[in-house]
């Protein structure tokens, strides 16, 4: 079965600083990721994804991410933090079957605070 | 072009009722996926939804259970409600003939339970 790890519950960073999530997955096949964002009170919104290729994929609002499958890990890194970047992230995987649509396992997810 | 949409956006109920959620996909998906979401926790997976059948469950009794609609729109329905049922609801949806399907989620049902 697959999981995902969020090592860090809670992070907090200034405005302008840089920012790096960290992600670690456990999944037996090429795992599909994403990384999702959810404001307070708010569905989940997707960032970015990795299905294959190019390892560094870019996503929505200047984040990137880095599949290392090595590692097992998928990263979420921003250069520089805007106040509106505070949320709660979640790295999730998706397993599929014949037939059916992928089913994602989230991680607990990381509560980013945004110091002016 | 709307995005998944869910209603109600709250709902509270007691013990023991039954309580019926709805959701709309994305235009032109085809499969819903229907999550919990508990205080403080990431989402886990309960069903999913294509042609009108479950298609895959995740670890929830059978007091869970779906429907949905040859338009795609699906309900989840949850019986005998306890209180650990109280938690964000979320409604996925995704077109299942893509290779790379990606799930779109919408705003979420808040369930409180009493």
């Known amino acids: 079965a697959q999981s995902v790890t969020q090592p860090d519950i809670h992070i907090t960073v200034s405005e302008g600083a840089s920012l790096e999530l960290r992600c670690n997955y456990s999944?037996?096949?090429?795992?599909?990721l994403f990384w999702y964002v959810q404001s307070p009170g708010q569905g989940l919104q997707l960032l970015l994804k990795?299905?294959?290729?190019?390892?560094l994929v870019q996503g929505i609002k200047g984040f990137e991410a880095e599949f290392k499958r090595s590692q097992s890990s998928f990263n979420l890194r921003k250069p520089s933090v805007h106040w509106s970047d505070a949320a709660e992230y979640f790295c999730?995987?998706?397993?599929?079957?014949?037939?059916?649509?992928?089913?994602?396992?989230f991680g607990s997810g990381t509560q980013l605070t945004v110091l002016p | 072009d709307a995005g998944v949409t869910q209603s109600p956006t709250h709902l509270i109920k007691t013990r023991g009722q039954q309580v019926t959620l709805r959701c709309s996909p994305k235009?032109?998906?085809?499969?819903v996926s229907w999550y919990q979401q508990a205080l403080g926790q990431g989402p886990q997976f309960i069903f999913q939804?294509?042609?009108?059948?479950?298609?895959q469950r995740g670890n929830f009794p059978d007091r869970f259970s779906g429907h949905q609609f040859p338009n795609y729109s699906s309900e989840l329905n949850v019986n005998a409600l306890l209180l650990g049922d109280s938690a964000l609801y979320l409604c996925?949806?995704?077109?299942?003939?893509?290779?790379?399907?990606?799930?779109?989620f919408g705003p979420g049902t808040r369930l409180t339970v009493l």
């Open positions: 996925a949806s995704s077109l299942i003939r893509q290779s790379t399907d990606t799930q779109y």
């Open positions: 999944y037996g096949a090429t795992p599909y």
């Open positions: 990795y299905f294959s290729g190019d390892t």
């Open positions: 999730a995987v998706g397993a599929s079957s014949s037939g059916s649509a992928r089913q994602l396992t």
């Open positions: 235009s032109g998906h085809d499969t």
């Open positions: 939804y294509y042609e009108e059948e479950e298609r």
